[in-house]
């Protein structure tokens, strides 16, 4: 497979529905829940292009740009952006799309880095 085929191939996107569980005072998505999704979505991406062992090593930055209220779906899509020796980084996006109209936006955007590792936690080539 080539590295453009599994780029294409690890492209992640999963739906949620925004339940007041996730909610803080304001009725908008807690800002930790939203990062905690995010970076399942960067592991999976990133695994899914590997198909390595991968670890987390930062959040690079995450930008909040629409509050999510409670009562909506969002959908979170995970790309390759940047493929490096032994790691890569992963864009994910987060869309609000209402429930019961037609009204989609994008709400947050962060950028996550993973290391590919062994069995004994050192790493190797992400290719």
Excluded at 80 to 86: C, F, R
Aim: charged content about 25%; glycine content about 4%; cysteine-free.
């Amino acid at each position: 497979m080539t590295t453009e085929e599994r780029l294409q191939a690890s492209e992640t996107r999963i739906f949620k529905t925004v339940f007041p569980n996730n909610t803080n005072h304001y009725d908008t998505l807690f800002g930790g829940s939203a990062m905690a999704m995010m970076d399942e979505v960067a592991f999976i991406t990133a695994t899914r292009f590997t198909r390595k062992r991968m670890v987390t090593v930062s959040s690079d930055r995450i930008d909040f740009k629409k509050p999510i209220p409670a009562g909506t779906i969002i959908e979170l899509v995970g790309t390759v952006s940047y493929i490096g020796n032994t790691s890569l980084k992963v864009l994910v996006e987060i869309f609000i799309e209402e429930m019961y109209s037609f009204v989609r936006e994008k709400a947050i955007t962060g950028t996550f880095t993973f290391v590919a590792i062994d069995e004994h936690k050192h790493p190797v080539t992400v290719l």
